[in-house]
């Protein structure tokens, strides 16, 4: 029992090197050259056009969803026409960074794992190595790079079209006026949860991509490796962000505020 | 290595006979599964070495060794003068610039174009103009009969056309080394008798040194005793090598991670050696 705990530290261990050691050499990537322009250009697209369709549902959703139910909760204290505070500051600091990294996760995390896993598996990166072309910087760098831009970018459009979901609820459902609900959603929105709300995202899409591409390129045992290795990168990069959010609402609550 | 040193290494280099790739005592591990106990062997200039061994001998992790793809847990392993199984994956770079590696399943870029693939390299990672590449890529893709399906996707070949876009991009770049993992397995004979023919004219008309690592023997043999010679129209043909040339290609058997038998063609042959008649018959 004990030996197994110490094999599964010493596992844990290796794997946060390893990860850590993937930053390092991305970082490095991204100041010096050779740059992949074309490959990062591809991956914009991908990562961010691509992502799109999937963020715009989830954001309106929640937030229709959300001014539904905060509006049966706020007719227990008459205060039904603040209904747009209550959405536009959950969807800003907490809805809108976390449920667009999960969505990104299973759409970007799991097809990076999966597509880089498979280069892997059939000596794509080992040919790459050969050719004379660095896999961090050509696969890993792009990668990132979109991610970092990208997940932030969505964020913003997920919570702007969840506080018009949220309006078209208000309006027609709850009756609230529509300047009364923008208005409540413009006022109570502080600076600091703007800034809450766009720091996450950042963290969100690195995190989502370099766990995803570490578990990529660690990929082995041919195409049932690949299938572990897209379920580990979802599971994973789920789970961190989660508990990222805690951690980053924790520190930010007292630096912000 | 210092200057004067890696002048020196240059010249001998460049001497008929050189060594190019040189394994020392090499062994390697995965966790406690031994692959390569004590394997050790000269590749010459201009020569041809013929890996022979059962599935799972080691073959195809000796020439990934040799380019570095996997780090050797003891022994020696030089590369055109430099120890391979001592430099970083940066300064590995400019060693396998001169090294080819057609990989066992190919290895195709399969989000890439034929043409991108071939030209991978000069495309990506020289300053080769663009009219240059693709004046380049067309003639490799010629030289191989595969001009036709330039512009088609890996996934839209065959097996046997997967392989030689895979030869062909390892040979676009002009190294003058090449490792050919299994390049002529599951292709018909004539398809087979192809790319063989391609491996011998490398060898022969461009001086290129091969690896060549294959279960068919039938292919091995062929290779080893054949030369290509240009005549003076200029037409290359494939002719029964000479005795001389014969001697310049030699096999090697892996077995237990240890190297069972090394000799020419004729040898190998004549061999009286239990498992390598099995191996033979
Ligand atoms: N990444 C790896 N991790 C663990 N074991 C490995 C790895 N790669 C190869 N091996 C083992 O090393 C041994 C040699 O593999 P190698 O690929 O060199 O065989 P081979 O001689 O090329 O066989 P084949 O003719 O089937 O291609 C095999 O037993 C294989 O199981
Ligand atoms: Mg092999």
Redesign the interface.
């Known amino acids: 029992m004990l030996a197994f705990i110490v094999n599964w530290l010493k596992k844990a261990a290796l794997e946060v090197q390893e990860y850590m050691r993937l930053i390092g050499a991305t970082m490095r990537g991204v100041v010096t050259p050779?740059i992949?322009r074309h490959d990062i250009v591809e991956q914009f697209d991908q990562i961010g056009i691509g992502s799109l369709t999937v963020v715009l549902l989830t954001g309106f959703f929640t937030g229709a969803a959300l001014a539904s139910q905060t509006g049966i909760t706020l007719d227990q204290f008459g205060a039904r026409p603040v209904v747009g505070r209550l959405v536009s500051a959950s969807i800003v600091t907490e809805l809108g960074p976390v449920l667009t990294a999960l969505m990104l996760t299973g759409r970007i995390g799991s097809g990076i794992a999966a597509e880089l896993g498979s280069m892997v598996v059939?000596?794509?990166v080992?040919?790459?190595?050969?050719?004379?072309?660095?896999p961090i910087r050509?696969l890993v760098v792009p990668r990132v790079l979109a991610g970092l831009v990208m997940a932030p970018i969505l964020t913003i459009v997920s919570d702007f079209v969840g506080i018009v979901g949220g309006w078209i609820v208000s309006r027609f459902q709850l009756q609230v006026a529509s300047g009364q609900y923008w208005s409540s959603v413009t006022d109570v929105l502080f600076i600091q949860d703007v800034q809450q709300g766009l720091i996450k995202p950042f963290v969100f899409g690195f995190m989502i991509v370099t766990i995803a591409c570490h578990v990529g390129l660690r990929t082995k045992g041919g195409t049932q490796g690949v299938g572990r290795a897209t379920t580990i990168a979802v599971v994973a990069g789920s789970v961190s962000i989660i508990a990222m959010d805690f951690f980053i609402t924790q520190v930010l609550v007292t630096l912000l505020y | 290595m210092d200057e004067t040193a890696s002048a020196t290494a240059a010249s001998i280099l460049s001497e008929p006979g050189a060594p190019v790739v040189v394994f020392d005592r090499v062994q390697l591990a995965f966790d406690d599964k031994v692959v390569l106990k004590d394997v050790s062997f000269t590749l010459i200039k201009g020569h041809t070495k013929i890996i022979l061994g059962a599935s799972g001998a080691g073959k195809s992790i000796t020439l990934?060794i040799i380019?570095g793809?996997l780090r050797a847990d003891g022994g020696v392993v030089w590369v055109n003068g430099a120890r391979v199984d001592q430099l970083s994956?940066?300064e590995l770079?400019p060693v396998?610039?001169d090294?080819g590696?057609i990989?066992?399943?190919g290895?195709?870029?399969?989000s890439l174009t034929v043409r991108e693939n071939v030209g991978?390299?000069l495309y990506?990672?020289t300053d080769m103009p663009i009219e240059d590449v693709d004046r380049r890529v067309e003639e490799v893709l010629g030289f191989i009969g595969l001009s036709e399906h330039i512009d088609k996707m890996p996934s839209e070949l065959s097996g046997g056309q997967r392989r030689r876009v895979a030869i062909a991009?390892a040979m676009a770049f002009k190294p003058r080394i090449l490792l050919y993992d299994e390049a002529t397995t599951g292709l018909d004979p004539i398809t087979a008798t192809t790319v063989d023919d391609e491996i011998i004219k490398l060898r022969d008309l461009e001086g290129v040194s091969s690896i060549v690592v294959t279960h068919q023997l039938r292919d091995a043999f062929y290779i080893a005793t054949h030369m290509a010679v240009r005549d003076s129209g200029g037409a290359v043909r494939i002719l029964p090598a000479t005795p001389e040339k014969a001697d310049e290609a030699e096999f090697i058997m892996l077995k237990d991670g240890l190297i069972c038998f090394e000799g020419n063609a004729e040898e190998l042959r004549s061999s009286t050696d239990p498992y390598l008649r099995q191996f033979l018959t």
């Open positions: 050779p992949y059939t000596d794509q080992s040919a790459l190595r050969a050719l004379g072309t660095d050509k | 990934k380019l793809l994956e940066r770079m396998r610039a090294l590696m990989f066992q399943e290895a195709l870029f399969d991978y390299k990506e990672e991009r």
